[in-house]
């Protein structure tokens, strides 16, 4: 995911209308407050905001994609990936819906759903300043699969039997096994996307053991929020794009320019611990090569869409679920639709074996490229022959069966 752990001691749809149709499913916890709603070419693209309780920054969005006038060839929830939002999906480099991932189903007949978490409307120092983030500290994983399940209730509001297919992306991924896991008989399938939640490696339990004790410690001393994470990658970005030439002025890095500084951090191996996995590592590549696969382009598009805030106990929860902890993947054996697994030889790989594994599904599809890194799949300029079309192939065959 957009998480390298050894970056966190480093420094640093326009106006919402109401009239949309909402869906009936409100509870006394759960209201919808807002709606904004607008065409995009052949789709209509809806976001509802939803208010969970009294606290005004416990606010999330529901987001819908869809060709109205089109039959509908099934229907798919998108989890978005760490620190991020459903920015990750509708992201382009020319800043086109259409072409963006979502852009890519949705136009192709399927009704595209995704969901951003609270953290989406936090600008940067905001919790220092001008707003009460002491809730954040219930924003955990359990939060995250509540949420997902009152969105699996609109979905059944709308299309009422047709299961949709839930995924994503790094952390959508280990959401999305946390939601399978809560409710396994809710789904056509299941799309794991670069991210695991279970293991049985006693090097990947060791590593993830380490840090899952550390930030309990964080959290017990009140820190509720890492702010300094995707802030990081935003800076390095930033410089290497103004001034690539330029001296880094990062201390650590004295005699490399700001692009070889950005190089040097997606392309390194990360150690374990911090890694939640060995070898794990952002992009391939090198210092003395550059990117292998991945286009600058993309990772910066990727890059921009990140929150400010990531609450450290969604951190903890994936964390320690890595160091052993079973509270999301209790019940993954009794899940048993069809699984895509998008697997990198330098990522999750073939750590997601355990995972795969315990579901209950006796069929798995599995894209892997062994010499991809965590993000090349997404940040490859050719990302939808390698990635959005043979989905969309799988998303066919699984919405065509009875």
């Not at 606010?59 to 459903?86: C, D, E, Q, W």
Request: a negative charge; proline letters at 7%; aromatic letters at 12%.
């Amino acid at each position: 995911m957009w998480k390298p752990r050894y970056l966190t001691f480093l420094v640093p749809f326009v106006a919402l209308v109401l009239g949309a149709a909402v869906p009936v499913r409100a509870t006394s916890e759960y209201q919808v407050v807002s709606v904004h709603e607008e065409r995009n070419g052949p789709l209509l693209v809806t976001e509802w905001a939803v208010q969970d309780g009294a606290d005004p920054a416990a606010r999330f969005t529901i987001h819908r994609m869809r060709k109205p006038a089109a039959h509908t060839r099934g229907v798919l929830l998108l989890m978005p990936g760490g620190g991020s939002n459903f920015a990750l999906y509708t992201a382009d480099e020319e800043g086109q819906l259409l072409q963006s991932f979502a852009g890519f189903f949705a136009t192709r007949g399927f009704d595209v759903w995704g969901y951003s978490p609270r953290t989406r409307g936090l600008a940067p120092g905001a919790c220092s300043a001008t707003v009460d983030c002491s809730g954040m500290g219930d924003w955990g994983m359990a939060k995250v699969v509540a949420d997902a399940l009152y969105i699996r209730e609109w979905i059944r509001d709308v299309h009422g039997p047709v299961q949709p297919v839930i995924g994503g992306f790094s952390l959508g991924a280990m959401s999305t096994l946390a939601v399978v896991d809560a409710a396994p008989h809710d789904w056509a399938g299941a799309i794991l996307w670069e991210g695991m939640l279970y293991s049985e490696d006693p090097t990947v339990l060791a590593a993830n053991g380490v840090v899952c004790a550390s930030l309990e410690a964080q959290l017990a001393a009140g820190q509720l929020w890492d702010d300094a994470t995707y802030s990081s990658l935003q800076l390095f970005y930033g410089l290497a794009t103004a001034d690539p030439d330029g001296p880094s002025p990062v201390p650590g890095f004295e005699g490399l320019t700001n692009r070889q500084v950005f190089i040097l951090l997606l392309t390194t191996p990360q150690p374990a611990p911090p890694a939640y996995v060995p070898g794990y590592t952002l992009m391939a590549g090198s210092l003395a090569t550059g990117f292998s696969f991945a286009s600058e382009t993309r990772i910066g598009m990727l890059i921009a869409q990140l929150n400010a805030y990531e609450p450290l106990v969604l951190i903890r929860d994936y964390t320690c679920a890595l160091a052993g902890e079973r509270t999301f993947t209790g019940n993954l054996e009794s899940f048993q639709a069809p699984v895509y697994a998008v697997r990198a030889g330098h990522g999750f790989g073939s750590w997601m074996d355990d995972n795969l594994e315990l579901l209950g599904s006796d069929e798995i599809t599995t894209n892997f490229v062994a010499d991809f890194a965590h993000g090349d799949h997404y940040a490859s300029p050719d990302f939808r022959r390698i990635m959005a079309q043979p989905l969309f192939d799988w998303l066919k065959r699984v919405a065509e069966r009875p």
